[in-house]
């Protein structure tokens, strides 16, 4: 299999219409090149942009729907698009991410759980999802999750014990932070013997500087492939079954104990 990562640069100088027009003709351009295609977190206002969240939030089938599902039929490829802010008639904003088939169609919509920023930004901008959301694919199954999820290795244990062997993060991850960004990506790969695929943006939008450096990590830990801070298309060739071999031969998966006892308190 192979994918490609599209770290898109986020930066104030172009508007979210462009960076939509310019992000569909790169998708465009994986045709024949990738099996699946990976986009950044928020990539149409910035993740750190939270005064845009609600000017450019859009319903779930908005602009950003349209433009990608069918750049994901014009290539050919499963696309996870990255989120958008999408404005919920009935509720709060969502940072939703979309996943859609190689004939355009929706495969799933994921609601980010964890909102970042504590007592502002997104944390009190958006609503936070509840549902762990997996996409089977012809050889793996994905596990979605958003930037700050990365943090919460339960969230990840959930995704593996519904079927995923390929964890897809979409972020917008600053560079301040950027050491543990790589560190995150490889300790849920490998505790979960895993493949993570995580894509970040470049650039720099509300005074935030974007660590780029998306990355592919295999089920053992080593990194397939690393991206520089800018922006860039990150392809990669990995082996689904790989997870399953990986599982096999050192087990540590069938290990777990859950379920255990509160302390006493001696
Ligand atoms: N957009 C985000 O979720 C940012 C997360 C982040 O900066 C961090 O976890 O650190």
């Not at 989120?83 to 495969?107: H, K, M, Q």
């Amino acid at each position: 299999m192979r994918a490609s990562l599209i770290q898109i640069a986020v930066d104030e100088g172009e508007s979210a219409e462009a960076r939509r027009r310019r992000t569909a003709s790169l998708v465009r351009a994986q045709a024949g090149v990738a099996d699946l295609v990976v986009l950044p977190e928020l990539w149409t206002t910035g993740a750190f942009a939270y005064e845009a969240f609600a000017a450019e939030a859009e319903p779930l089938e908005g602009p950003t729907y349209e433009l990608m599902a069918k750049a994901a039929s014009d290539a050919g490829v499963w696309l996870h698009a990255g989120s958008i802010p999408e404005r919920d008639p009935e509720g709060p904003l969502y940072n939703t991410s979309l996943v859609f088939s190689p004939s355009g169609d929706l495969a799933a919509a994921y609601r980010k759980i964890h909102r970042f920023g504590f007592d502002r930004g997104e944390a009190v901008l958006m609503g936070a999802g509840r549902e762990l959301v997996t996409v089977r694919l012809p050889g793996t199954t994905l596990g979605v999750a958003t930037c700050y999820d990365l943090r919460f290795p339960e969230l990840f244990r959930g995704l593996v014990a519904h079927g995923a062997e390929t964890l897809v993060v979409a972020a917008g991850w600053p560079e301040r932070r950027r050491a543990h960004w790589t560190l995150l990506a490889r300790a849920r790969a490998v505790e979960n013997q895993a493949f993570v695929l995580a894509c970040g943006t470049a650039g720099t939008h509300a005074g935030v500087p974007q660590a780029g450096h998306s990355i592919v990590v295999d089920p053992w830990g080593e990194v397939l492939a690393e991206a520089g801070p800018g922006e860039q298309v990150l392809t990669v060739e990995f082996d689904p079954a790989r997870v399953a071999a990986t599982r096999d031969q050192f087990p540590a998966l069938k290990d777990r104990v859950l379920g255990l006892e509160p302390p006493t308190g001696f």
